[in-house]
């Protein structure tokens, strides 16, 4: 069974700096991609970064790509989020997503029906 287990979300002041981690289980060593994910209350869920196991290649939404970075250790299957600046508006659950193949960014494009496994998230909550 494919799993997605996120981590490291929490409550940090305004400014501060958070990384969040999403380890994957549960399907042989092959080429994946992450994708990291945000969905404040109210709010339609927000792609932000994807990154390719195979090449590390990335691509990042316009609005966090000057504060967001996001890698990947293939060998743990374990991918990071690296969260600078934060301010309030940040504040959201965030979730890893799974798309397993070999594809690269940014040429590849997925949109949400191309995702084939969720995370349940973490809550990450910037106090001003």
């Known amino acids: 069974e494919v799993q997605l287990q996120a981590s490291g979300g929490g409550l940090v002041q305004a400014g501060a700096s958070a990384k969040l981690s999403c380890e994957a289980s549960?399907?042989?060593?092959?080429?994946?991609?992450i994708g990291w994910f945000r969905q404040a209350p109210g709010k339609e869920r927000e792609g932000l970064s994807w990154i390719s196991s195979a090449d590390h290649s990335t691509s990042y939404a316009d609005s966090v790509k000057s504060r967001f970075t996001t890698s990947n250790d293939r060998t743990k299957k374990t991918t990071y989020l690296q969260m600078n600046s934060l301010i309030p508006q940040d504040t959201a659950h965030y979730y890893c997503?799974?798309?397993?193949?070999?594809?690269?960014?940014?040429?590849?494009?997925?949109?949400?029906?191309?995702?084939?496994?969720w995370g349940k998230g973490t809550q990450v909550t910037v106090s001003s």
């Open positions: 549960g399907f042989a060593n092959r080429d994946y991609a």
């Open positions: 997503a799974l798309i397993l193949g070999w594809v690269t960014f940014p040429d590849y494009k997925p949109t949400l029906d191309d995702v084939e496994f």
